[in-house]
């Protein structure tokens, strides 16, 4: 019970003098993923996404503030209409927003837990290679949506597809 009361009381003093900001140690040095987009550098990371010049300067770093969600990007990728898309370990599937400069996401697949390994934009959809198969997403106009249109368990279904 004394053991109980000492960690308590020193649990007390930390939260009322130590740091009022959380500190995040995520990896910025790693590089996973490198994509051009409009004559800027886009660099991903194990905590973000860095716009690069080419005279090689940050010019910003995307973080959870600029749209970012997610641990380690596994894909940079554009689409046919020169859209950026990324993806993450964690599930997280989002797109470069050239005019307000910040980062977009939808949480279909994130929220179903399932790990991200590559996507690939085809024909409007996004083919999404994850830990369960592969998800075809149908992206709506307005991007707040995609649905799950189709999901290949096993390579032989993804090659009877006659769209393919």
């Known amino acids: 019970m004394v053991r109980f009361r000492i960690s308590a009381v020193l649990f007390l003093i930390l939260c009322l003098f130590g740091e009022t900001e959380w500190t995040y140690h995520t990896d910025i040095n790693t590089i ?16 973000g996404i860095a716009r690069v010049t080419t005279d090689g ?3 910003k770093f995307y973080s959870a503030s600029d749209g970012y969600a997610g641990v380690h990007v596994t894909r940079l990728v554009h689409d046919g209409s020169n859209t950026l898309w990324y993806s993450t370990l964690d599930g997280y599937i989002g797109r470069y927003n050239d005019a307000t400069d910040r ?12 790990q991200v390994n590559d996507i690939l934009p085809l024909d409007g959809d996004i083919l999404v290679a994850s ?11 307005n991007f707040l949506v995609a649905e799950v249109s189709d999901v290949y368990r096993q390579i032989a279904d993804l090659v009877d597809e006659s769209k393919f």
């Not at 980062?103 to 399932?114: G, H, K, T, Y």
């Not at 369960?132 to 992206?139: E, S």
Request: glycine share 4%; charged share 25%.
């Open 32 to 47: 996973y993923e490198i994509a051009l987009h409009n004559s800027s550098l886009f660099i991903g990371t194990q905590s």
């Open 131 to 141: 830990d369960r198969g592969i998800y075809r997403l149908a992206v709506k106009d």
């Open 57 to 59: 300067e940050v010019e």
């Open 103 to 114: 980062l977009e996401v939808f949480l279909e697949i994130a929220r179903n837990s399932i």
